[in-house]
Nanobody, 122 residues
Framework: QLQLVESGGGLVQPGGSLRLSCVAS????????IGWYRQAPGEEREAVSC????????YYADSMEGRFTISMDNDKTTVYLQLDNLQPEDTAIYYC???????????????WGQGTQVTVSS
C-alpha cells in the first residue's frame, strides 16, 4: 500500500525554523513530483513548494521563496521542507502529496499524507 508519512511539525516562535519530512512507504519517488501544500483554518489549501524527482526542478510560492527550501534524499524516499524565518501567518497543516505523472504542484495529486501541524506563535 502506497503511503506518505509527514513529520517534523510543531510549535515554534516567530523567526524560528522547522524541518518537515515526507517519507514514502511502499514505493519510491522515482518520476513523481512531490509537493508540500498547506491549509490554514478557514483558508483554501495552497501549494507551498514542489520538486520533480526526475530532474530536480523546484517551485516555490512567491511568499515562501527565500524562506523555505525543498530537497530530496539520494534514494528518493524522503522529501524535506526546511522552513526558516517562520511567521504567524505560516501557521497551518502542512501536507505532502505525490503526483505519479510528474506534474509539479498539481492541483490534484494522486497521493496525500495525513498532514503535520505547524504553529508559529510567541
Amino acid at each position: 500500500q502506497l503511503q506518505l508519512v509527514e513529520s517534523g511539525g510543531g510549535l515554534v516562535q516567530p523567526g524560528g525554523s522547522l524541518r518537515l519530512s515526507c517519507v514514502a512507504s511502499g514505493f519510491t519517488f522515482d518520476y513523481y513530483a512531490i509537493g508540500w501544500y498547506r491549509q490554514a483554518p478557514g483558508e483554501e489549501r495552497e501549494a507551498v513548494s514542489c520538486i520533480s524527482t526526475s530532474d530536480g526542478s523546484t517551485y516555490y510560492a512567491d511568499s515562501m521563496e527565500g524562506r523555505f527550501t525543498i530537497s530530496m534524499d539520494n534514494d528518493k524516499t524522503t522529501v524535506y521542507l526546511q522552513l526558516d524565518n517562520l511567521q504567524p501567518e505560516d501557521t497551518a497543516i502542512y501536507y505532502c502529496a505525490a503526483d505519479k505523472d510528474g506534474r509539479i504542484c498539481s492541483p490534484q495529486p494522486d497521493y496525500w499524507g495525513q498532514g503535520t501541524q505547524v504553529t508559529v506563535s510567541s
